[in-house]
């Protein structure tokens, strides 16, 4: 089956800063990358994706960058705020049913 | 449309015990998928249901089980507790078609002693 590394597990910037956050995965059939943001106490949520047929996504200060060929994606967050701070998880989409890889998470903290 | 619900919001059970949670979908989802979360391990799949039927399933043992019924809601199935078993349960929900994101429910929190 799929297997998703994230790295780092934590990251500290200051704000203003730029994050990046990189995952690698095994299978070349996903077709789908989610970035989810999980608050303290709260559900994941949704903060940007990507399919496999484009390189790159922006929206706002966050972005997501595909390299199917590395097999590897990251999420990038331009001028940080301490609101950033949380648990960022990638995922990948295996390619039978709906079944999502989830990273290990990164935590990050956004020091004002 | 409202989100993605999870019944009850904490559980606290003893070993041995068994639990049910639930989980009702956004309206017009047909697949469920639950997950467990603990610290430092992230999140786990469990199961995935669509359309009443598992499509896929994770690597946990057989005491971890589920159903869906025809309104997509489905429900979990821990049996014979473990202190182990201690962790967040999240279900998550989306149209089951390739490329849809899921969207994920508050999570059930069960305590084990």
């Known amino acids: 089956g799929e297997n998703v590394e994230q790295h780092p597990s934590t990251l500290s910037v200051q704000e203003g800063d730029s994050a990046v956050i990189k995952c690698t995965y095994s299978d070349s059939a996903s077709n789908y990358f989610p970035w989810y943001k999980q608050e303290l106490g709260k559900r994941p949520q949704l903060i940007i994706d990507?399919?496999?047929?484009?390189g790159e996504k922006k929206d706002q200060r966050i972005a997501v960058t595909l390299n199917k060929t590395a097999k590897h994606f990251s999420l990038h967050i331009t001028e940080t705020q301490p609101e950033d701070s949380a648990v960022y998880f990638c995922?990948?989409?295996?390619?039978?049913?709906?079944?999502?890889?989830f990273g290990t998470g990164t935590s990050l903290t956004v020091i004002p | 449309k409202a989100g993605v619900t999870q019944t009850p919001r904490y559980l606290i059970k003893t070993r041995g015990q068994q639990v049910t949670l639930s989980c009702s979908p956004i309206?017009?989802?047909?697949?469920v998928s639950w997950y467990q979360q603990t610290p430092g391990q992230g999140l786990q799949f469990l199961f995935e249901?669509?359309?009443?039927?598992?499509?896929n399933k994770g690597n946990f043992p057989g005491r971890f089980s589920g159903r869906q019924f025809s309104n997509s809601r489905s429900e979990m199935n821990v049996s014979t507790l473990e202190l182990g078993d201690s962790a967040l349960y999240l279900c998550a929900s989306s149209t089951g078609t390739a490329g849809e994101t899921q969207y994920f429910g508050p999570g059930t929190r069960l305590l084990v002693l």
């Open positions: 995922a990948a989409r295996g390619n039978t049913g709906n079944q999502f890889y």
């Open positions: 309206s017009g989802h047909r697949s």
């Open positions: 249901y669509f359309s009443e039927t598992q499509r």
């Open positions: 990507i399919r496999s047929n484009v």
